[in-house]
């Protein structure tokens, strides 16, 4: 069920029976020169409305705007500051907190997410008795990945790389222009040094992360949404104590 789709009676008798919710976070921001700058958001709200179907949990509607800042170089990108990111999920989860939402699993579709959804919550809980969230991101979940690991080899990358083309190729192939594609690989070396405005596209001028997007293919992008869906499908039916 789709928040957007219901009354608010609606809404209403679903919170006499349950306090589940789903909520799809993503991010409008460059992905390489072959993908489409709504990939993340994409990929959460896929991901989110495969386990609402799965579960009968309802889905919120998608938060298309994320924490993008170090992305800024590229055209299109869109970023709210850290601060705005925080506000706006605070705002939303206390909305759904106050109607009776009580468990709630943020699925997010961007890694320069992270930060602002941690703080948020932590500041929405102080004063949410009761309230308990949980968050997924398929590339930060060593179950997730490990389909596209096994799939695809160790050397995946992560942003805008065959992980990511291949989700894309499964869910949204009309976003996905392998031609304009250039094969160079720019693997992923760990450091210590936080990526920026200022380093991010020095160190990834076309924007991807990782190696040549071109091993991607919709198997293992459908594989690993099919993957993503059953770990939070679990995570959404499971609340231990
Ligand atoms: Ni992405």
Not at 14 to 30: Q, V
Not at 41 to 70: C, D, K
Not at 84 to 107: C, N, P, Q
Request: hydrophobic share 40%; glycine share 10%; charged share 20%.
């Amino acid at each position: 069920m789709l928040l957007a789709e219901m009354s608010w009676e609606q809404v209403k008798e679903y919170l006499a029976r349950d306090d589940r919710i789903i909520i799809p976070l993503g991010s409008t921001e460059e992905h390489g020169r072959h993908l489409g700058l709504g990939t993340d958001s994409f990929e959460a709200e896929a991901i989110a409305r495969g386990v609402g179907e799965a579960t009968g949990v309802i889905v919120a509607p998608t938060l298309n705007y994320g924490m993008a800042l170090a992305q800024m170089a590229f055209p299109g990108t869109v970023s709210l500051r850290p601060t705005t990111l925080i506000a706006v999920l605070e705002d939303i989860l206390r909305s759904l907190y106050r109607h009776g939402f009580r468990r709630m699993l943020i699925v997010n579709g961007h890694g320069g997410n992270a930060a602002s959804l941690a703080s948020a919550v932590q500041m929405v809980t102080q004063d949410a008795p009761g309230l308990r969230v949980k968050t997924f991101e398929w590339w930060t979940d060593s179950e997730a990945y490990r389909v596209v690991i096994e799939m695809l080899g160790e050397q995946v990358g992560s942003h805008a790389s065959p992980g990511e083309t291949a989700f894309m190729l499964a869910i949204c192939p009309r976003a996905v222009d392998l031609s304009r594609l250039t094969g160079r690989d720019a693997p992923v070396k760990p450091s210590r040094e936080m990526t920026t405005i200022q380093n991010f596209a020095q160190k990834y001028p076309d924007g991807v992360m990782g190696l040549d997007p071109r091993g991607a293919t919709r198997e293992v992008g459908e594989a690993l949404l099919k993957k993503s869906i059953e770990i939070c499908a679990r995570e959404v039916e499971v609340w231990s104590n």
